[in-house]
């Protein structure tokens, strides 16, 4: 088992920043691809981005160039570094575990979730 918890939404300006992190315990971190998804009311939980354990990264078109998907395995957090935010990306955030060691964009590869975190950016 794997819980996480993230933290570090809030309500922001376009074209400002937000950095969320994600705190993981249980089962050992460093041993899953973590993953960031986000959904907006009355869509579907689509994928932001994804990190493996070797550190490779998978960004969404829609995010890509924005936003820095990172982990510190020592701290067994991830973390989503979030500039130039639009009024579309307000959703809720969430972060996953996923124990396949390729690139997974599909939600339904990853067995563990958070809560969520919510981010609104105004415009």
């Known amino acids: 088992q794997v819980q996480l918890v993230e933290s570090g939404g809030g309500l922001v300006q376009a074209g400002g920043s937000l950095r969320l992190s994600c705190a993981a315990s249980g089962r050992t971190f460093s041993g899953y691809a973590m993953g960031w998804f986000r959904q907006a009311p009355g869509k579907e939980r689509e994928f932001v981005a994804t990190i493996r354990n070797s550190g490779s990264t998978y960004y969404a078109d829609s995010v890509k160039g924005r936003f820095t998907i990172s982990r510190d395995n020592a701290k067994n957090t991830m973390y989503l570094q979030m500039n130039s935010l639009k009024p579309e990306d307000t959703a809720v955030y969430y972060c996953?575990?996923?124990?396949?060691?390729?690139?997974?964009?599909?939600?339904?590869?990853?067995?563990?979730w958070g809560q969520g975190t919510q981010v609104t950016v105004s415009s």
């Open positions: 996953a575990a996923s124990s396949y060691l390729s690139v997974q964009t599909d939600r339904g590869r990853y067995a563990y």
